[in-house]
């Protein structure tokens, strides 16, 4: 599903030289849930946003099924990440000024889908009841709180069914028994989707949610292990 060969980025910040990733291997089964481990500054983001095609290597290259992202053109990127990845960030990023239902709504409209209007309702409404904000479909981001906000998040990540789902620290912002309920969706949901969840955090209890474990540092992907 996703196999990442030898990839390598550094960044130049003033005079300094910042090596995010060296030299990282990694393959990714269909349907599986990763979680990628390590501290700030590890290379868990970066490596996260190459994979979803935000953001190219500086060497080495990343397969997202048939496809070799080293090979694509920016119009080619970004009809690969609307067809077949989702995101879920730590800040959540939702539009203010559009309501839960709306919001979930709105990656349908930039995806063009095809999709009829009831269609496209039926589909919201399911992921608004699997991620329990039936109550709220009128509430806009500033009614909610932080755990609320983030199920909004996931629903919008899958509501065009994504075969990736990327989470950049999803629970970063979250109390404990938050981060819980928000993880245990996101596993109910992988079951449910079949869609494959790479999710990165500093966390060690978040952890036990994932099919395996990669562990990284200064850059390096130091073990990747199954559980």
Do not use: W
């Not at 490596?47 to 080619?76: E, H, Q, T, W």
């Not at 077949?84 to 349908?108: R, W």
């Amino acid at each position: 599903m996703i196999r990442i060969k030898n990839i390598s980025k550094k960044y130049i910040l003033g005079k300094t030289e910042i090596h995010a990733l060296r030299g990282v291997n990694l393959s990714v089964n269909e349907g599986q849930m990763i979680c990628v481990m390590g501290p700030s500054g590890s290379g868990k983001s970066t490596m996260l946003n190459i994979i979803g095609c935000l953001d190219k290597p500086d060497s080495g290259d990343v397969f997202i099924g048939k496809y070799s992202v080293a090979g694509l053109g920016r119009n080619d990127l970004a009809a690969l990440r609307a067809d077949m990845i989702g995101f879920i960030f730590q800040s959540f990023n939702l539009i203010p000024v559009l309501n839960v239902y709306e919001n979930i709504e709105f990656p349908l409209h930039i995806k063009n889908s095809g999709l009829t209007k009831k269609e496209m309702q039926r589909r919201v409404m399911r992921l608004v009841d699997e991620v329990g904000l039936n109550e709220y479909v009128k509430h806009r981001p500033d009614e909610l709180s932080g755990g609320q906000r983030q199920r909004v998040a996931i629903a919008r990540a899958l509501v065009t069914n994504p075969k990736i789902i990327l989470a950049d620290e999803p629970t970063a912002n979250l109390d404990s028994a938050t981060a819980k309920s928000i993880l245990s969706i996101m596993k109910t949901l992988n079951h449910e989707e079949k869609s494959t969840f790479i999710f990165s955090t500093h966390d060690p209890s978040i952890a036990e949610y994932s099919d395996s474990v990669c562990r990284m540092k200064d850059g390096f992907l130091l073990e990747s292990a199954g559980r």
